[in-house]
């Protein structure tokens, strides 16, 4: 049986693919960059593999994020499942959020600013 840990950093590592295809990065090209093959970022991505330390510091400096955000949203407590928040964990699963991502970063800043405070006021 996989452990809880295990499959809550393979999504965190699957959420990270969305930030592979804003900046173009394939699973092949992360691969490379980590010097294994795509089919181990596939495994890591579903929780079928368990990711070592070593290997989770790689990802996270070819993906540019602190190796902490794999871990954020677990509980302290070793075998309790990932907390919740108002926010869907796989949001950024989603096909409408990462559209909406790739527009907004295609944006000018002086938009993008805009359109952040257009957000706050509306909700």
Known sequence: MTHPVDVHV?????HRRHRRWLVGMTQQQLAEQV???????????????????S??????????????????????EPCAEPSHSDVPADLLADKE???????YY????????SIVELARVLS
């Open 55 to 76: 290997r989770l510091w790689d990802i996270s400096d070819a993906l540019m994020v602190p190796v902490s955000f794999f871990f954020e949203g677990l509980s302290d």
């Open 35 to 53: 010097g294994i093959k795509f089919q181990q970022i596939q495994k890591y991505e579903t929780g079928a593999n368990r990711v070592s330390a």
């Open 106 to 113: 295609s944006m000018p800043e002086n938009k993008r600013r």
């Open 10 to 14: 393979g999504k965190r590592v699957r």
């Open 97 to 103: 959020t990462a559209d909406l991502l790739r527009s």
